[in-house]
Every structure is written in C-alpha cells, then in structure tokens.
C-alpha cells in the first residue's frame, strides 16, 4: 500500500475505533463488545509484536494475559481499591512471568520453542486452578469490581457508565499501540524485524539474537498482560480460562486470520473472532465445532489472513 | 503411609503411562513431519468413545482391538486430506488446523454422546482387587501396565526391526534422502500419522476404563505428554516414554505430601530440564534449533 493509502486507513481504524461505542447498538452489539474488541485486539497484536515482527511462534500467551487479569483482581480484592494500581500491577506480574520463562528458553527455536511456551502456558492454570483459597479455583474470583478513576480534578464512573469504560480502555489501547509502533521504527525494533527475516545473517552483522528474542518475548507479554488487566476489569471477574492454551490458541489465531506480517492485521482478526465468538455462541451450543471449522478454513484457504490479501491485490 | 506413598507411586506409574502412549505417539508424528498435533487428545477421546459404542457388539476384548484401530483410520484419512497439504509450510499453520480439528474432535463427541460422564464397563474378572492389603492392585491396573509395556514393546520393534520403522526411523534424520531413495515419502508419513494416533487411540479405551468417560478426556491428557516429550528430549522416542513415566511418578508421590501442587511439580521438573539440559535428558544436541 502507498504512503497516503496508508496513513488514510489507520486514520479510519482510528475513526471507527473512536466511534465504535455509538454505533454498536445500532448493528446489534453493545458497548461490552466493543470493549472486548479492544481487549482482545490489543492481546493479538501483543502476540504479533513477537510472532509477526520478530518471527517467533508463542502458543502460550495466555499465560501473561491471565496474570495480569488475576494480578488486576488480586489487587483490588485484597491491597488496595484502585483501578489504576490494579492495572500497574497486573501489568508488572505478567512481564515479570515472561521474563523468567523468557531467559529459559531464549535459545530455543522452531516447533520445539511453539511446544515449550504451550507447556509453560498451562503452569499459572494449573496454579490458579488448585490455589483455591486465593484465586476462587475453578469458579473465578469474585467480589471486587473496578472502582471509579480519580483523575486529580474529577473522578470518572468506569463503572456504572460502559461508554467511560470504553474510553478508558480505548486510551490505554492507544498507549500500547502507539509503544509498539515506536519500537517497530526504533533501531531495536529493526533489529528484531532482521531475527526475523535472516537469523543467521542478524547475528553475523553482531546483532545479539538470543538477547532480542527475550526482550520482544518480554515485550510482547507486557501488553498481553495489560490487555488481560482490562479483561479483568470489563467483567469485575476472572477464572481460569484467562490462563487456558485455548485462549492462547484463540489470540494465534486473531492474528493469522488478520494478517501477521501487517501492523493493524491482529485487530481486524481479534474483531472478526469477537464478534463470531459471540454470534455463533448466543445461537447454538455447539459454538467450539463451527469456531474450530473456522480454525480449518482460515488455514486452508486464507492464510495470509484478511490484510495480507487486500495487500497483495494493491500490489499487483 | 508407607501404603499412601506406595499406592501413589503405582497410580503415578499408572497415569505416566497414559502420558507415555500419548507423548509417543505425538512424538511420532513431531519427529517425522514436524507437526504438533493438537488434536491428539481428540483422537483419544474418539477411540475411547468408539469403544463404549462398540462394546455391546463385540465386548470388552473385541473394542481393546478394534477401536484404535478405527481410529488410526480416522487418522490416516484426516492427515491424507487435511494435514498433507501443510507439510512443507511454517508450522504455525499445522498446529493452527489441529488446534482446530482439537475443538471439532471434542465437541462432536459432546454432540454425540453428551457432555454427562458415562460409565465404561470392563471385565469382571479384571476389577477385584488381587490382594486386601494392596487394595489399588486391581487386575484392571496391572492389566494396563503390562498392556502398555507390551504395545511399547512392539512399537520399539516395529521401528528398529521392520523395513517400514526403519524408513521413519531414517526419515526423522534426513527425510529429503530417503525421499531420494525412491521411498513414498508421503505414504510414509501418513502411515506414520497412522501409527502415533493409534497409540492415542489405545491410550483412549484404557484411560476410559480408569477415569470415565468424559469428552475432556483427551484435552486433560495432552498438556502433560508436551510435558513428557520436553522433558525426556525432543527427538528421543526412549526419552519421550522416560519423560512421561517420570512426570507421572512425580506427580503421584506430589499428591501425598503437597495435594495442590500436583500439576505444578511436572513444569517445575521441565523448567529444571530446560535450565540443565535444554535438550532433554535423552535428546540429542542440536535438536533444539
């Protein structure tokens, strides 16, 4: 895509982004799905950052997403009553987990680093699972719920209204993307787009190959682990499932199905898998075999997802 | 409490070899075609099913022979007209299909025979215990131990004996000469597919038999043979059955003294393996890349 081709389509992301909220009801949505939208996007193009500019193959990061909704709940439930804390938190217990699990298997590549990160995806489940005096087990845990955001000069109701909500995750959203596409353009950002590319090249021009994968594993479980924050929040709940391979699985997915090698390619993913999820689960109980058909038909027939052919038809 | 660690241990040896036929069988088809088949635990699920619904046709004994091989069938079709044309292209794709395939798997058989736990019959004569003091040493169980040591037994020879072991064997190291030496790759692999699903789905009636039948069943076996396949090295089949002995007996002796960390104590034991010995502590070097 051209230069202005592309500076008019993120303009629109952005428009319909900011939007969204207001015209949701009308296409039959409702504000929490908006939200989700949002949450779910910023997961896959958390995970992208790693597999899509960096070129490795994580197949657990529920793990970090789940950590920070459980640091979120955590938070609020037993410290202290602040959204914002609750969100630093989160945030810093699920970067913490990827940076051990990351300087563990730095060194590993291909199918065996895709099947290490799936075994480790499982571990905080099993913990949150069986930890019943702390995370609820298996039913989640409950009684807390997001308070309002003090803003100094006023204090804004996330709670009671969704549109404030909405808002505040669409901001943070904004944030994250904004880090990210600053690190894509930084000099680190090049380095870690050459791994991908060439890896044996990379390391001949002295790039630190070992060093990068983990930082962009680090990287990329951070804002999967802010992204699991505000799932927490949206739904003053978390459970188990936040941790589970399936959701690691859903945010591959996202970003396959939209496009990996483009910037924007997860989110439209994440929206097209929101917004089925949530059809085909409301009309028919057997949701997992039509979402696990759309597994099957997206690998076979679309795998350069939704963005990588509306590219490849501009450039012929 | 000697009898609690004692019988812990058994129940771990017991479920490591469940890990064991599941792990194999996916090493199998990882080492061979370089697919991490997802929907192994599906296959499992499928062959415990078919059991339950042949059983009142052919018996117990009839269903042990004939539903995992009607699942390696549904394999082989699976991988011959699905999984085929992956081969060759990042492996992001095929773990996506069989994660896919993982989902439909699991909820057909919800579909079909209910989400409710159904009771799974087996002999009479293999459900009393064979002593009152050892009372966990029922036929059933030591019945499973020396059926999977012999299906192990016979997969080890198959492999290192027979014209059609040694081409997978061969093909796991360099299959582009063995391609070259005029042998039907592709018919290689998908006989090899073939192979890994009948070990799940075999693993499939017997767990059936020990746990109930449930439509999860695959999906809780699954996370622990990865961890089986890490820990004992990736590439190493004696390594791959280590692992899931091992991670089995671990978890059985953790569930005596500290119950809640039981799942926890395998991906301790991996992250140990990983710091130590990246490559397992049978695999090889250089297989890691």
């Known amino acids: 895509m051209s230069a202005p081709g592309k500076r008019a389509a993120t303009a629109a992301i952005w428009l319909v982004l900011l939007t969204m909220p207001y015209w949701m009801n009308a296409v039959g949505g409702y504000t929490e799905l908006a939200s989700r939208v949002i949450v779910m996007g910023l997961a896959a193009m958390a995970l992208n950052y790693l597999l899509g500019f960096t070129g490795v193959l994580s197949f657990g990061h529920a793990a970090y997403f789940g950590l920070g909704a459980y640091g979120a709940a955590m938070t609020i439930k037993y410290l202290v009553p602040s959204t914002a804390l609750a969100v630093v938190v989160g945030v810093v217990v699920g970067t913490v987990a990827a940076a051990a699990i990351g300087a563990l298997i730095r060194k590993l ?25 702390v995370t609820g087990g298996d039913d989640g845990m409950t009684g807390w719920q997001r308070q309002p955001l003090d803003l ?7 709670l009671h209204q969704d549109k404030a909500f909405y808002f505040l995750c669409l901001a943070l959203f904004a944030l994250a993307v904004g880090a990210m596409a600053l690190l894509l353009r930084s000099p680190l950002g090049r380095a870690q787009l050459a791994i991908r590319e060439n890896e044996r090249r990379a390391r001949f021009l002295g790039i630190p190959v070992e060093f990068h994968i983990w930082l962009s594993f680090v990287i990329s479980g951070a804002f999967a682990a802010l992204a699991g ?10 459970d188990p499932r936040s941790l589970h391979w399936t959701l690691s699985g859903n945010f591959v997915i996202m970003s396959v199905m939209g496009g990996m090698r483009s910037f924007w390619g997860p989110l439209v993913g994440a929206a097209i898998f929101v917004v089925l999820q949530d059809y085909v689960s409301s009309h028919t109980e057997n949701w997992m075999s039509i979402i696990g058909l759309f597994f099957v038909l997206v690998v076979s027939f679309f795998p350069r997802g939704v963005l990588g052919m509306l590219r490849r038809k501009t450039t012929s | 409490m000697t009898q609690l660690l004692l019988f812990n241990i058994f129940n771990g040896l017991i479920v490591g070899a469940f890990y064991a036929l599941m792990a194999l069988g996916l090493s199998l088809i990882l080492n061979l075609s370089g697919v991490i088949n997802f929907a192994h635990g599906g296959f499992l699920a499928i062959g415990a099913y078919l059991a339950f619904a042949l059983m009142p046709v052919v018996g117990f004994w009839g269903a042990l022979l004939v539903a995992p091989l009607l699942t390696a069938v549904l394999g082989l079709v699976v991988e011959r007209l699905l999984i085929r044309r992956l081969y060759g292209r990042d492996p992001l794709y095929s773990l996506l299909l069989t994660f896919g395939l993982a989902y439909i798997l699991e909820d057909g058989t919800r579909y079909i025979w209910g989400a409710q736990s159904l009771p799974f019959p087996i002999p009479q004569a293999l459900t009393t215990p064979l002593s009152s003091e050892f009372f966990f040493l029922t036929g059933y169980r030591l019945f499973m131990v020396a059926l999977v040591a012999v299906v192990v037994g016979a997969m080890f020879y198959i492999l290192n004996r027979t014209r059609l072991g040694m081409r997978i064997r061969a093909g796991t190291l360099d299959l582009e000469t063995v391609s070259v030496l005029g042998v ?13 699903i009948y070990l799940a789905g075999l693993a499939g009636v017997l767990a059936a038999g020990m746990l109930g039948l449930q439509p999860t069943i ?6 622990p043979s990865f961890v089986a396949i890490i820990v004992g090295g990736l590439g190493s089949l004696p390594g791959t059955l280590l692992g899931g002995l091992l991670i089995g007996v671990a978890s059985g002796v953790t569930t005596v003294y500290f119950p809640s960390a039981t799942e926890a104590v395998m991906y301790v034991m991996m992250g140990l393996v990983l710091l130590l010995r ?6 090889e070097e250089g297989r890691t890349q």
């Open chain 1, 109 to 133: 590549r291909g199918t065996y680093f895709a099947m290490v990160t799936i075994a480790f995806g499982q571990v905080f489940y099993f913990i949150a699972f069986r930890w019943n005096s």
């Open chain 1, 152 to 158: 100094g000069f006023t204090t804004v109701d996330i």
């Open chain 1, 229 to 238: 924050t505000m799932y927490a929040l949206l739904s003053n709940f978390t």
């Open chain 2, 184 to 196: 039907n790759v592709a018919l290689l692999r998908n006989l090899n597919f073939g192979l890994g």
């Open chain 2, 218 to 223: 695959g999906t809780s076996l699954i996370m």
């Open chain 2, 278 to 283: 990246p490559q397992g502590l049978l695999g």
